[in-house]
Nanobody, 117 residues
Framework: QVQLAESGGGLVQAGGSLRLSCAAS????????MGWFRQAPGKQRELVAD???????NYADSVKGRFIISRDKAKNTVYLQMNSLKPEDTAVYYC???????????WGQGTQVTVSS
């Protein structure tokens, strides 16, 4: 099992920035990719960005050019730098990991991000 601990959420005005962090522990040797998902009230959870062990990165179209995902492999930590935040970015953000060939299946507890207009 992989345990995940997120931090860095909060309240910010539109146009502002936040940085989320997620530290993994436990069976970290099994991690192939780490990612950030979000879920707004009444909506399905969606992928925001993910990064593989080899450094391949994928972003949702809605955050391209505004969000940056990065990973410190030595610390088993993934970051999400969120810039130019919009009210529609308001959601609970979840960190997740997956093993090679698997779906994302380890989840953090989530951190609330609220963007005021």
């Amino acid at each position: 099992q992989v345990q995940l601990a997120e931090s860095g959420g909060g309240l910010v005005q539109a146009g502002g920035s936040l940085r989320l962090s997620c530290a993994a522990s436990g069976r970290t040797f099994s991690i192939y990719a780490m990612g950030w998902f979000r879920q707004a009230p009444g909506k399905q959870r969606e992928l925001v960005a993910d990064i593989t062990f080899g450094g391949s990165i994928n972003y949702a179209d809605s955050v391209k050019g505004r969000f940056i995902i990065s990973r410190d492999k030595a610390k088993n930590t993934v970051y999400l730098q969120m810039n130019s935040l919009k009210p529609e970015d308001t959601a609970v953000y979840y960190c997740s990991t997956r093993a090679f060939g698997n779906s994302f299946d380890s989840w953090g507890q989530g951190t609330q991000v609220t963007v005021s207009s």
